[in-house]
């Protein structure tokens, strides 16, 4: 069982940075591959990055290659997404996942446990 808590989302102006954080309760948060997903309103979630369990290998959807970096801490139990250069069409409610597929936290799948989002807003 994992419970995943994010935070660092807000306001920001187009152009302007934000780190979200996602904790992880459980001993076992360095068996999981982790993910970033967002959720804008009237659209599907899709996915934004994700990253394996020693954190060598990481993926992102072409829209945010270049400006978002996912990374993990296994020793703090976090993962985070440094957000630059943000759009107006970043604005959504972004999601933390975890699951023991890397596949399935790369979009290839529904994980299995997902925090509760971070709303990030990013006015033009």
């Known amino acids: 069982q994992v419970q995943l808590v994010e935070s660092g989302g807000g306001l920001v102006q187009a152009g302007g940075s934000l780190r979200l954080s996602c904790a992880a309760s459980?001993?076992?948060?360095?068996?999981?591959?982790m993910g970033w997903f967002r959720q804008a309103p009237g659209k599907e979630r899709e996915f934004v990055a994700s990253?394996?369990?020693?954190?060598?290998?990481?993926y992102y959807a072409d829209s945010v290659k270049g400006r978002f970096t996912i990374s993990r801490d296994n020793a703090k139990n976090t993962v985070f997404l440094q957000m630059n250069s943000l759009k107006p069409e970043d604005t959504a409610v972004y999601y933390c996942?975890?699951?023991?597929?890397?596949?399935?936290?790369?979009?290839?799948?529904?994980?299995?446990?997902w925090g509760q989002g971070t709303q990030v807003t990013v006015s033009s």
């Open positions: 996942a975890a699951d023991l597929s890397l596949s399935v936290v790369a979009g290839k799948g529904v994980c299995d446990y």
């Open positions: 459980g001993r076992t948060f360095s068996s999981y591959h």
């Open positions: 990253i394996s369990r020693s954190g060598g290998i990481s």
